[in-house]
C-alpha cells in the first residue's frame, strides 16, 4: 500500500512557511573563548554536548538561584505564575526590587502582582496614623 502522505521537496517549502522561530545565538552562546554568561556555573565543568546547549545552561543557572534572585528574574522576565510561586517566601526588601525590575522591563502584571501582595495602600496609611498617633 502506496503512502498517502505527500513529501515536499525542500525547494518547495518557502520563507513564509516557517514552524519555528529561528534565534541567532550570540557571541557569547557559541565561542569558546567568549566571556562566561553564567556567573552561577563559573568553575562548573561540564561536557562538551552540554556546553553546546546554550538554552540547558541557562535552566541550570535559573535552578541555581536564590529564592531572592529568582523573585527579581521571574518580575524583570514577566513570568506572573513563578513570581506568583516565590511571593510568600519573599520579603519586602526583595519586592521593592523585583518591583522594579519589573517596571522598568514593562511587565505590567507582575508589577500589579507584586503591588497587590506587598504595597497595600490602606495598610500603609493605617501604618502612618498609628506612627504619627504615638507619643
Known amino acids: 500500500m502506496a503512502d498517502a502522505r505527500k513529501r515536499h521537496s525542500s525547494s518547495a ?9 529561528r534565534t541567532c ?4 552562546d557559541h565561542e569558546p573563548n567568549a566571556p562566561f554568561t553564567f556567573e552561577r556555573l563559573r568553575g562548573v565543568s561540564f561536557p562538551p554536548q552540554i556546553q553546546a546547549l546554550p538554552h540547558v545552561l541557562h535552566q ?3 535552578l541555581l538561584m536564590t529564592c531572592e534572585e529568582a523573585a527579581v528574574e521571574a518580575a524583570r522576565s514577566g513570568r506572573v505564575a513563578w513570581l506568583n510561586q516565590l511571593m510568600p517566601q519573599v ?3 526583595v519586592a521593592s526590587n523585583a ?3 519589573a517596571s522598568a522591563n514593562g511587565q505590567l502584571e507582575c508589577v500589579h502582582a507584586l503591588l497587590e ?9 493605617l501604618t502612618r496614623i498609628i506612627n504619627t498617633s504615638k507619643p
Open 13 to 21: 517549502i518557502s520563507s513564509d512557511s516557517v514552524k519555528r522561530a
Open 99 to 101: 518591583l522594579v525590575a
Open 25 to 28: 545565538l550570540t557571541n557569547q
Open 60 to 62: 541550570v543557572d535559573t
Open 91 to 93: 520579603e519586602w526588601g
Open 117 to 125: 501582595e506587598f504595597f497595600d495602600p490602606e495598610q500603609r496609611y
